[in-house]
């Protein structure tokens, strides 16, 4: 067992189209536990910390300008592995990449507008998980069926 927590995030292409329940539903069916959630307005500050890996980069601008042009969904999931996992169920950056069956291969045509951020290592998990929620939004609890995922 590996319990793990991550930050999962419904863009504002996701938000407007109304995939928030498609999206929600596919990781608490996989069996992953929600300990967190709110839908927020992204300032640019906080758009350049969360992405700040990729300052620099030509669609920088391009990619701050999009994650602020409406409301994200921001979301920490917990469960075995649930970084890795739930990457996976994201799929690779461009639709034209992401296996069939993961979300973006499944609702996005183009990299720019590609539905939802995943953490992509448990250091970036825990640095976007305190970026977005303070201790308090954060709900441990025990899930009884959990025996059985
Ligand atoms: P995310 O951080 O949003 O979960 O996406 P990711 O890990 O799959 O991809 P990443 O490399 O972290 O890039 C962040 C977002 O920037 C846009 N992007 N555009 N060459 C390009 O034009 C390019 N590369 C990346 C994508 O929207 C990507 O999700
Ligand atoms: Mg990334």
Same mark, same amino acid.
Do not use: C
């Given at each position: ?7 999962? $995030?419904?863009? %504002?292409?996701?938000?407007? +189209? ?7 539903? +596919? ?9 967190? @959630? ?7 500050? #906080? ?14 601008? &391009? ?7 409406? %409301? ?10 649930? =970084?890795?996992?739930?990457?996976? $169920? ?8 992401? @296996? ?8 996005? !045509? ?11 290592? %448990?250091?970036?998990? +825990? &640095? ?7 201790? #308090?939004?954060? !709900? ?6 959990? #025996?059985? =995922?």
């Amino acid at each position: 067992m590996n319990k793990e927590r991550t930050f999962l $995030m419904v863009k %504002p292409d996701g938000v407007q +189209r109304g995939l928030i329940g498609e999206i929600v539903k +596919r990781f608490e069916q996989k069996g992953f536990q929600l300990v967190g @959630a709110k839908l927020l307005q992204l300032s640019r500050e #906080q758009a350049e910390l969360h992405y700040g890996e990729h300052l620099g980069k030509d669609f920088f601008e &391009r990619l701050v300008n999009f994650i602020t042009s409406g %409301p994200v969904f921001a979301m920490v999931w917990e469960g075995d592995e649930v =970084i890795a996992l739930s990457r996976a $169920m994201i799929g690779k950056t461009s639709a034209l990449d992401a @296996a069939p069956g993961t979300i973006r291969s499944d609702f996005a !045509v183009h990299t720019n507008f590609n539905l939802i951020h995943g953490s992509d290592s %448990p250091e970036s998990a +825990r &640095r976007e998980i305190a970026n977005f929620f303070s201790d #308090q939004e954060l !709900v441990s609890y025990t899930k009884v069926i959990q #025996q059985w =995922i």
